[in-house]
């Protein structure tokens, strides 16, 4: 087989690290405890916001990066990435990213990079911008995309989208991590 293959397959297997460990009853209780109450408060709160309109669209509070918020919060509370500043930091950063990138994108503004191009360029500039000030965050990485490809009604919330959804949504899930 080719090298190409050979290493291909190397990386596959992952950096002699061994998966996670299964965890203890209790614990699997509380991450779900944990996972249920913070996407209830997040969804009631979306729920609510859902009554009303920003630049003629509806508002929201829940987007897809929660979920992954969730499993870091209470299915691996102590890792570093998990940590209240990185949450809350990697989501500034990379709500931010997003919508200064589309500043380049959207025929509103100067429209001088093609949305396909942004749809890589906003995340990959959030992630680099996170590693470089120490606030790596996954779902942080994914909120920059949400933003940059997202419909007309995440678009119209233009730098809401910083305070509504990524702060407010990513703050009520710590507040209640820390609690739970």
């Not at 209830?40 to 630049?55: G, I, M, T, W």
């Amino acid at each position: 087989p080719s090298s190409f293959v050979v290493q291909f397959f190397r990386k596959m297997k992952g950096q002699q690290a061994s998966p996670p460990k299964p965890n203890s009853a209790e614990f699997c209780a509380v991450t779900f405890i944990g996972v249920f109450l913070s996407l209830l408060a997040v969804s009631a709160v979306d729920a609510a916001l859902r009554h009303h309109e920003y630049n003629g669209h509806e508002m929201q509070l829940l987007i897809g990066s929660f979920g992954a918020l969730a499993t870091l919060l209470f299915a691996a509370p102590v890792a570093p990435l998990a940590q209240p500043r990185v949450v809350v930091g990697g989501h500034l950063i990379s709500a931010s990213v997003g919508l200064l990138v589309d500043y380049l994108t959207s025929d509103q503004y100067a429209a001088v990079i093609p949305q396909w191009v942004s749809n890589a360029l906003a995340p990959a500039l959030a992630i680099t911008i996170m590693a470089a000030t120490g606030m790596t965050h996954p779902p942080a990485g994914a909120c920059s995309l949400i933003y940059i490809s997202g419909n007309a009604s995440i678009k119209s919330l233009g730098w809401l989208f910083v305070l509504i959804p990524a702060l407010s949504g990513s703050m009520l899930m710590v507040g209640i991590a820390l609690f739970v």
